[in-house]
Nanobody, 123 residues
Framework: QVQLVESGGGSVQAGGSLRLSCAAS????????MGWFRQAPGKEREFVAT????????IYADSVKGRFTISRDNAKNTVSLQMNSLKPEDTAVYYC????????????????WGQGTQVTVSS
C-alpha cells in the first residue's frame, strides 16, 4: 500500500504558475504509475496528467497540454506537477493518485489517492 500527501496548492492570478508536489510512502514508489487529477465544484473528477514508473513517458489531458508538466523523482519518492500559464478554469482541488498495472489515466484506474490540494486561479 502507498500513502500520498499533496502540497503546493494556493491562489494565483491568471497567467501565473504553481508547482504541486506529492510525497509517497509505503511500498516501493518506482513500482507505481502516478497521476494527477482535479475536481472543480459541481463537476466530476477529471484526468490531468500521468507518468510511467520510470518517468520516461507522460500523457496529458488536452486542456493542459503545453502548460503543465508532470515529473517524478524515484529517489525522493515524489511526483510533481508544474503548472504554467494558469487559467481561471484550472481552479479545482488537485489530487495525486497511484496505480500498479497501468497508467493512472482514468479515475477507475487509480488505486490510491491523496487528500487533495486547492488551486485557485483568479482573472
Amino acid at each position: 500500500q502507498v500513502q500520498l500527501v499533496e502540497s503546493g496548492g494556493g491562489s494565483v492570478q491568471a497567467g501565473g504558475s504553481l508547482r504541486l508536489s506529492c510525497a509517497a510512502s509505503g511500498r516501493t514508489f518506482s513500482s507505481y504509475f502516478m497521476g494527477w487529477f482535479r475536481q472543480a465544484p459541481g463537476k466530476e473528477r477529471e484526468f490531468v496528467a500521468t507518468i510511467s514508473k520510470s518517468g520516461e513517458s507522460t500523457i496529458y489531458a488536452d486542456s493542459v497540454k503545453g502548460r503543465f508538466t508532470i515529473s517524478r523523482d524515484n529517489a525522493k519518492n515524489t511526483v510533481s506537477l508544474q503548472m504554467n500559464s494558469l487559467k481561471p478554469e484550472d481552479t479545482a482541488v488537485y489530487y495525486c493518485a497511484a496505480s500498479t498495472g497501468r497508467y493512472t489515466a482514468t479515475v477507475g484506474s487509480a488505486e490510491y489517492w491523496g487528500q487533495g490540494t486547492q488551486v485557485t486561479v483568479s482573472s
